[in-house]
């Protein structure tokens, strides 16, 4: 799969060359891959990245994030090499708030590290809270169960859009919940990136999951992993659940999912 580079869009993300290798180069995870994820103005971009089991889809976002470096490889943000001081926030399919804090200061972590006073940060996190249906909840503990599964992942949808609002790294964040609150926070992270206009970078396993969501899909093959297939999907920018009706929904779906089989065909691996 070659990546075209856009001259006249902004790259937001690039990873060049990357390799990985945790046995001094005898086996490799990861091998000459490439991304190019393109800022386009006033709609962000929602990618999907789906793949083989071990395709190492998640150590794809530890990478951007800046919690892991490649065994090889460049990894870019806003077209300036990735290094020690940034990051970028990233939401696990594991429950990451700090049970000793309540639902305000874990969204207002990332304010506190930068040194912003109390009185605006709160404000700041207040407001997010809002935005993800959270309000009323703010004094309580972020831990389980005092707060429900969608609940926890939205108070680090909240924290990490503060931190850093034009970039969004999700791992499977939803890949626990049952499936009404699944479908819920479905319809509420469309809602935010409509809002936001952000970057996403979201991994799943579920392909439906993935088409509603997505605006483009990249898939990985088996190990050593690169990208083989990148699908548009040329839905409506503004998503419903009702679109899930559409048939050019369901066509997509069944077509990325033929996609997913063929991969795992000719490359193996399972996915």
Same mark, same amino acid.
């Given at each position: 799969?070659?990546?075209?580079?856009?001259?006249?869009?902004?790259?937001?993300?690039?990873?060049?060359?990357?390799?990985?290798?945790?046995?001094?180069?005898?086996?490799?995870?990861?091998?000459?891959?490439?991304?190019?994820?393109?800022?386009?103005?006033?709609?962000?971009?929602?990618?999907?990245?789906?793949?083989?089991?071990?395709?190492?889809?998640?150590?794809?976002?530890?990478?951007?994030?800046?919690?892991?470096?490649?065994?090889?490889?460049?990894?870019?943000?806003?077209?300036?090499?990735?290094?020690?001081? @940034?990051?970028?926030?990233?939401? %696990? +399919?594991?429950?990451?708030?700090?049970?000793?804090?309540?639902?305000? =200061?874990? &969204?207002? $972590?990332?304010?506190?590290?930068?040194?912003?006073?109390?009185?605006?940060?709160?404000?700041?996190?207040?407001?997010?809270?809002?935005?993800?249906?959270?309000?009323?909840?703010?004094?309580?503990?972020?831990?389980?169960?005092?707060?429900?599964?969608?609940?926890?992942?939205?108070?680090?949808?909240?924290?990490?859009?503060?931190?850093?609002?034009?970039?969004?790294?999700?791992?499977?964040?939803?890949?626990?919940?049952?499936?009404?609150?699944?479908?819920?926070?479905?319809?509420?992270? @469309?809602?935010?990136?409509?809002? %936001? +206009?952000?970057?996403?970078?979201?991994?799943?396993?579920?392909?439906? =999951?993935? &088409?509603? $969501?997505?605006?483009?899909?990249?898939?990985?093959?088996?190990?050593?992993?690169?990208?083989?297939?990148?699908?548009?999907?040329?839905?409506?920018?503004?998503?419903?659940?009702?679109?899930?009706?559409?048939?050019?929904?369901?066509?997509?779906?069944?077509?990325?999912?033929?996609?997913?089989?063929?991969?795992?065909?000719?490359?193996?691996?399972?996915?």
């Amino acid at each position: 799969m070659q990546q075209v580079d856009n001259p006249n869009h902004q790259n937001v993300i690039e990873l060049k060359g990357i390799g990985q290798s945790y046995d001094g180069g005898q086996n490799w995870i990861i091998k000459d891959l490439n991304l190019i994820i393109e800022d386009k103005p006033n709609q962000g971009q929602f990618v999907v990245i789906l793949g083989m089991s071990g395709a190492g889809k998640s150590t794809l976002l530890r990478y951007i994030s800046g919690l892991q470096k490649p065994t090889e490889g460049q990894v870019f943000v806003n077209g300036k090499e990735l290094d020690k001081d @940034t990051r970028v926030s990233m939401v %696990f +399919q594991q429950y990451s708030s700090l049970p000793w804090k309540t639902v305000l =200061e874990n &969204v207002a $972590l990332s304010l506190e590290f930068k040194g912003i006073g109390r009185k605006e940060r709160e404000e700041k996190a207040m407001e997010m809270i809002k935005l993800v249906g959270l309000e009323g909840h703010q004094h309580k503990y972020a831990i389980y169960p005092t707060l429900s599964g969608g609940q926890l992942q939205r108070v680090a949808i909240a924290r990490s859009l503060l931190a850093n609002p034009e970039i969004l790294l999700m791992d499977e964040p939803f890949g626990a919940l049952d499936i009404k609150t699944r479908l819920q926070m479905q319809d509420l992270l @469309t809602k935010l990136w409509d809002q %936001f +206009q952000s970057t996403i970078i979201f991994v799943t396993h579920d392909i439906s =999951e993935a &088409v509603y $969501l997505a605006d483009d899909i990249y898939i990985m093959k088996a190990p050593p992993s690169k990208f083989v297939e990148h699908i548009n999907i040329d839905l409506p920018l503004k998503r419903s659940r009702e679109m899930k009706r559409d048939q050019r929904y369901t066509e997509l779906v069944h077509f990325v999912e033929d996609t997913m089989m063929n991969v795992a065909s000719t490359h193996g691996g399972s996915f």
